[in-house]
Nanobody, 119 residues
Framework: VQLQASGGGLVQAGGSLRLSCAASGLTFNMGWFRQAPGKEREFVVGISRTGRTTDYADSVKGRFTISRDIAKNTVYLQMNSLRPEDTAVYYC????????????????WGQGTLVTVSS
C-alpha cells in the first residue's frame, strides 16, 4: 500500500489548510503525525477504518478535524485556527490490520507534506 499526502503549504496564523492522504489499497486505522524542526515526530490524530472513531492530541483538539472517505480510500485533515507551533512536516500513516491504538502500529507511511504557519 502506498500513501500519497498532499495539501501542505504556507499560511498565516489563524488560517486554515486541508491535508489529504490517498491510500492505494485497503487500510485499517489511519493517522496523521507531525515532526517539527529539531523535534521528535508526534501523534496528531487517528481515525478508525469506518471513520466512526477518532482520537486527537490535546494540542489540536477543537481546531483540527479528521475525516475519511472509504470509497476513495482517502483521509482528510482539516486544520483551522493554525498557530506557528503547528509548523511541521505532516505524515499520514496507515495500518494493515485492526489495532486498538491510534498512537502506534502503523505499517505504511506517506512521504510527508510541509505545513508552515507564519506569525
Amino acid at each position: 500500500v502506498q500513501l500519497q499526502a498532499s495539501g501542505g503549504g504556507l499560511v498565516q496564523a489563524g488560517g486554515s489548510l486541508r491535508l489529504s492522504c490517498a491510500a492505494s489499497g485497503l487500510t485499517f486505522n489511519m493517522g496523521w503525525f507531525r515532526q517539527a524542526p529539531g523535534k521528535e515526530r508526534e501523534f496528531v490524530v487517528g481515525i478508525s477504518r469506518t471513520g466512526r472513531t477518532t482520537d486527537y492530541a490535546d494540542s489540536v483538539k477543537g481546531r483540527f478535524t479528521i475525516s475519511r472517505d472509504i470509497a476513495k480510500n482517502t483521509v482528510y485533515l482539516q486544520m483551522n485556527s493554525l498557530r506557528p507551533e503547528d509548523t511541521a512536516v505532516y505524515y499520514c500513516a496507515a495500518a494493515n490490520a485492526e489495532s486498538g491504538s491510534y498512537y502506534s502500529g502503523y505499517d505504511y507511511w506517506g512521504q510527508g507534506t510541509l505545513v508552515t504557519v507564519s506569525s
